[in-house]
């Protein structure tokens, strides 16, 4: 069975060639300067349908919410790691993107930027109060920087199913919280 929890980091490289076997087109606003086929549009077949239904609620509520980007391939983030070799991009096979199970987001109050203050927006706030009901949590949160490696982003969203992403947030614990906690225990 797919494991939704997959951890994907530094340490725990994604294979080149690995693509998710189900990528589906996720129809929710996305910046129009995203060509209408680009492979930022697509998601883990499970995760694109839970991100619609995430942005029906949204929006009912007159959150203004766009999504970004969500796969990436791996060429693609060795383009840009390349360009950007100190900077905030992940390292080639490093990236929950390429598992199709993240999903980057904005606000226009924040010009659709990827930025710190996303957080302080009513769709910053919206989707981290609700995004665990859909299944997504903020995987890089700001007091657990040191335990993930990556600072603090308050717009990348990681779908990991409703009930871990309830759990996470019940308990405060991170991804890589729950993979050490549970590794320690199978010993
Ligand atoms: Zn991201």
Redesign the pocket.
């Known amino acids: 069975m797919y494991d939704y929890a997959q951890l994907v980091d530094r340490e725990h490289l994604l294979c080149p060639h690995y693509i998710p076997d189900d990528l589906k087109l996720v129809n929710v606003p996305f910046p129009c300067q995203v060509p209408t086929d680009d492979l930022r549009r697509f998601l883990k077949k499970e995760a694109a349908v839970y991100v619609q239904e995430m942005f029906k609620a949204a929006a009912k509520e007159k959150i203004s919410l766009f999504a970004i980007?969500g796969f990436r391939s791996y060429k693609r983030q060795s383009v840009l790691y390349q360009r950007n070799p100190n900077g905030a991009v992940a390292f080639p096979g490093a990236s929950e993107?390429q598992l199709g199970l993240?999903l980057?987001v904005s606000t226009p109050d924040v010009a659709l930027e990827l930025t710190e203050e996303f957080e302080f927006t009513q769709a910053g706030k919206w989707v981290a109060a609700y995004g665990p009901l859909y299944g997504f949590i903020l995987r890089y949160p700001k007091r657990k920087t040191s335990i993930t490696g990556i600072p603090y982003?308050p717009w990348?969203l990681r779908y990991v199913t409703k009930n871990l992403a309830l759990y996470l947030t019940l308990t405060g614990m991170t991804l890589d919280e729950y993979h050490i906690h549970f590794s320690k225990k199978k010993e």
């Open positions: 980007s993107h993240a980057d982003e990348h």
